[in-house]
C-alpha cells in the first residue's frame, strides 16, 4: 500500500469513527469528524506561538504605548433613568410569558421558548453582547422596574461592603452545577419553576437590601457587570470608549471580584473538558457508550468543584512566584485582586467559542419557537414552512471557517489577557521590567492555557 492511499485509510477510519460517536444534542459529529482532518496541530502551534511572542515583546515595549492602548475618549451620554424601568417591566412581562410557555408549551426544549429564551438567547447570546456591548443587563433585568415602582422605602437591611460578591460566587458553582451535572437542566417545566422561585428570591432580597442585593449577590447582575468591563465603549455617568477592557484598568475591585472572575474561566474550562474523552476515560466511561448524565453527576461535581479550587490555586501560586522574581515589595492580596480580573478575555472567549456551534443551529430553533410559541401550527412571523438545517456542518470548507474563528477568538483572549495584565501592573509596579517580571508566570501560565484551549477544540467529544 502507498503512503498516500495508507494516509488516506486513516482518515476515512477517523471519519467513520467520529460519526458513530454519540453526543449530546447541541453537538454535531459532521462537524467534529471534519475537524479531525483538519491541521489543528499546525493551528495550535502557530496559537501558542503568538502568544509566547506578545509575552517576550513585552520587555520591550515602552511604558508609554502600552498605558496609551488602554486610555478612553470620553463623551456624554446620559440615557433618561425612566427608560431603565420600562425596559426592566418590559422584560419582567416577558419572564412571565416564557415561565407559562415553560409550563404550558411543547415539551421538547428544542420547541419550547423557557428553554431556548434561558440557554441560547440567555446564557449564551445575552452574555456574549455583554462582553461586546456592555452592561446590558442594567437595563433588561426583570426586577429594577417593579422595584422603582412599588419599593420606594429605604432598604431595611443594609450588605455589608466586605463581603463583596461572595454570595454571587456560591451562586455561580451553584449554578455551573446545575448546567453541568443536572439529569435536565433544560427541561421546559423544570426550567420555568426555578427561573420564577430564583426570580421570587432575587425580588424578596431587593426589597429587603435594596440595590446592593442585585451588586452583591444576584447572579445575572454581576455576571454582566464583570463582561461588561471588557465592552470598548460605556454609557451613562463615566460615558467613554477605548481598547477592550481600559474599565478594568485603575479599578480598585470589589471583595471577591477577582475570585468571581477566576471562577468564571474555571467554569467555562470545565464545561469544555467534561465532554472530552480524556475526561470521560478518567472516570471510567465509555465515550463509545455514554450511559447518559444521570451516571456521571458525582464525577461532573467532583470535577466542577476541583477546577474552581485548583484554577484560583495555581493563578496564587503564579503571583506569589511574580513577586519573587521581581523582589516587589507590594502585598501579595493586593497584587492577586488587581491581577485576577486580566483573565476575563480568556474566559470571555472560552464562552463564545464553546457555544458558537450550538448557537448556530439552537439560534433557528428559537427563530421557529417565536414563529410557532406552542407548536400548534401558528405563523405569528410569517417564516413557515421553517426549517432548521445543519449543513455548514457537513462540508470541510464551512467547518474549517468555523474553526479557525474558533481557534482565533481563543488566540485573541489570551493574547489581550497578557496585554493587559502587563498593563494593569504598571499601575503596581511603574517599571516596565518589575511589570514584565511580576507577571511573566502569570503570562507562562496564560500560554500554557492557550494550548488547553486550542486542544479543546480539537479533541474528540463524547458526551
Known amino acids: 500500500m502507498t503512503v498516500r492511499k495508507s494516509v488516506f485509510a486513516v482518515k476515512l477510519a477517523v471519519l467513520c469513527l467520529a460519526l458513530l460517536w454519540p453526543v449530546q444534542a447541541s453537538a454535531h459529529v459532521s462537524e467534529q469528524g471534519f475537524v479531525l482532518l483538519l491541521p489543528t496541530g499546525i493551528y495550535t502551534a502557530s496559537g501558542v506561538a503568538v502568544v509566547a511572542l506578545t509575552v517576550v515583546l513585552l520587555f520591550a515595549v515602552p ?41 404550558e408549551g411543547p415539551r421538547d426544549p428544542l420547541s419550547n421558548l423557557m428553554s431556548l429564551m434561558f440557554w441560547t438567547v440567555g446564557w449564551v447570546g445575552f452574555i456574549a453582547m455583554t462582553g461586546l456591548f456592555g452592561n446590558l443587563f442594567h437595563w433588561l433585568n426583570p426586577w429594577t422596574g417593579l422595584y422603582r415602582l412599588f419599593c420606594p422605602m429605604r432598604p431595611m437591611v443594609r450588605l455589608s461592603p466586605r463581603i463583596g460578591v461572595w454570595p454571587a460566587v456560591l451562586l455561580l458553582v451553584g449554578f455551573a452545577a446545575f448546567l453541568l451535572a443536572d439529569i435536565a437542566p433544560d427541561d421546559p417545566g423544570r426550567l420555568a419553576k426555578l427561573v420564577g422561585l430564583y426570580w421570587l428570591a432575587m425580588m424578596i432580597g431587593l426589597v429587603l437590601c435594596g440595590p446592593d442585593w442585585l451588586r452583591q449577590v444576584e447572579l445575572g447582575s454581576v455576571l454582566s457587570r464583570t463582561y461588561a468591563g471588557l465592552a470598548p465603549a460605556r454609557l451613562g455617568e463615566k460615558s467613554g470608549i477605548g481598547a477592550p477592557g481600559w474599565r478594568l484598568v485603575g479599578r480598585d475591585p470589589v471583595p471577591a471580584a477577582g475570585i468571581f472572575a477566576l471562577t468564571l474561566l474555571a467554569v467555562g474550562s470545565f464545561d469544555g473538558i467534561n465532554e472530552t474523552f480524556w475526561w470521560l476515560g478518567q472516570i471510567g466511561v465509555n465515550p463509545l ?118 481557534a482565533g477568538a481563543v488566540v485573541l483572549g489570551h493574547v489581550w489577557s497578557v496585554l493587559l495584565a502587563h498593563r494593569m501592573a504598571l499601575d503596581l509596579f511603574p517599571d516596565n521590567r518589575r511589570a514584565v517580571l511580576v507577571t511573566l508566570p502569570l503570562s507562562i501560565f496564560m500560554i500554557l492555557y492557550t494550548f488547553l484551549g486550542l486542544w479543546l477544540l480539537a479533541a474528540p467529544k463524547g458526551a
Open 63 to 103: 511604558t508609554g504605548p502600552m498605558r496609551a492602548l488602554f486610555l478612553a475618549r470620553g463623551f456624554t451620554v446620559q440615557p433618561p433613568e425612566g427608560l431603565r424601568t420600562a425596559t426592566s417591566l418590559a422584560m419582567f412581562l416577558v419572564m412571565l410569558a416564557t415561565i407559562f410557555i415553560g409550563l
Open 289 to 406: 457508550e455514554f450511559p447518559g448524565r444521570s451516571a456521571v453527576v458525582w464525577p461532573t461535581l467532583t470535577g466542577l468543584v476541583c477546577a474552581v479550587v485548583i484554577l484560583p490555586a495555581t493563578f496564587a501560586l503564579t503571583i506569589w512566584l511574580g513577586l519573587v522574581a521581581a523582589r516587589a515589595k507590594t502585598g501579595f492580596v493586593e497584587t492577586f485582586k488587581r491581577l485576577a480580573p486580566s483573565l476575563l478575555p480568556i474566559a470571555f472567549a472560552y464562552h463564545v467559542v464553546h457555544y458558537l456551534t450550538s448557537f448556530l443551529v439552537n439560534g433557528q430553533h428559537t427563530l421557529a419557537a417565536l414563529n410557532d410559541p406552542f407548536a400548534r401550527g401558528a405563523d405569528y412571523l410569517g417564516l413557515a414552512p421553517f426549517h432548521v438545517t445543519t449543513g455548514f456542518f457537513n462540508r470541510i470548507d464551512t467547518v474549517e471557517i468555523i474553526w479557525l474563528s474558533q
